[in-house]
């Protein structure tokens, strides 16, 4: 078994670019709104030389717009994935956002092993639902998933 370094969680910054559409065009995720996005944060796992995973957020109101999360192959099944999300649930609920909502056609077990739940999408604000995740990226048959972070 290869040895990883062990990576750590930090706030991406805009020199990571690069490195973030290069980990979600390998993971098949959009990239083509990225730098566009409304209110867009990220936070990368950073292994010294070399980004190996990544997780964004969209910010509507007290929603946010989970996307965007990918881990490189050598670092899956890791926990890494796992705490990338908590990164995020833990930084966005201490910035004000009370749920978090995502678009899934692959990880939804992934999503429910950590307390989202399936929704209907007609129960989406009408402000995430104008994110062109909805709009446009996501086909309809991707899973809509909500989690409500404590107050």
Do not use: N
Not at 44 to 65: F, K, P
Not at 136 to 149: D, E, F, I, Q, Y
């Amino acid at each position: 078994m290869t040895h990883l370094p062990q990576p750590s969680i930090r706030r991406g910054a805009s020199a990571d670019l690069g490195a973030v559409l290069v980990l979600l065009t390998e993971a098949g995720l959009p990239t083509v709104d990225l730098t566009s996005a409304r209110g867009r944060q990220t936070w990368v796992l950073d292994a010294g030389d070399s980004l190996q995973g990544v997780i964004a957020l969209e910010r509507y109101g007290t929603d946010g717009l989970l996307r965007s999360l990918a881990v490189a192959p050598d670092y899956r099944k890791h926990g890494f994935g796992r705490e990338l999300v908590s990164r995020l649930e833990y930084d966005t609920q201490a910035e004000g956002i009370a749920q978090l909502v995502l678009l899934t056609k692959t990880a939804e077990p992934f999503f429910r092993g950590l307390g989202y739940e399936v929704v209907d999408r007609r129960y989406v604000s009408p402000d995430l639902k104008q994110s062109a995740e909805f709009r446009s990226l996501c086909p309809a048959s991707a899973v809509c998933m909500r989690k409500a972070l404590p107050s």
